[in-house]
């Protein structure tokens, strides 16, 4: 029988994702003119991404093929409409995109990794 895993997974947001991360946030704050939706924004990715220590390897692997091919996983924020695409290496998690979820996120996420 295995045993229950007591160790959460260390996440690491790459420069890619945590660059529109800033970009989302950004556009709040100085488009919308919306400091506390922007504020809201961060503390929702900060809480995705301490969800994602916990629970990474139970979330379902993206539809797109090519994704599916390297493992990635997405996660939506809880209260935001933004998705995180992820893989897990070596015990470790690490988002790689971060994107609205109206766009076509795994479809532009394959197509910026050359899978597309």
Do not use: W
Not at 36 to 62: F, G, M, N, P, Y
Not at 88 to 104: N, P
């Amino acid at each position: 029988m295995k045993s229950v895993r007591n160790m959460a997974y260390r996440v690491i947001i790459m420069p890619p994702a945590k660059h529109r991360l800033d970009r989302y946030v950004d556009y709040t704050m100085n488009i919308l003119k919306n400091s506390q939706a922007a504020k809201a924004i961060l503390a929702d990715a900060k809480e995705t991404k301490k969800r994602l220590s916990v629970v990474a390897d139970s979330l379902k692997v993206c539809d797109n093929p090519l994704l599916a091919k390297y493992g990635y996983r997405k996660i939506r924020m809880q209260r935001h409409a933004f998705i995180m695409i992820y893989r897990i290496q070596a015990g470790t998690v690490i988002v790689d995109g971060m994107f609205h979820e109206l766009q076509d996120y795994e479809g532009i996420f394959a197509n910026e990794l050359h899978l597309g």
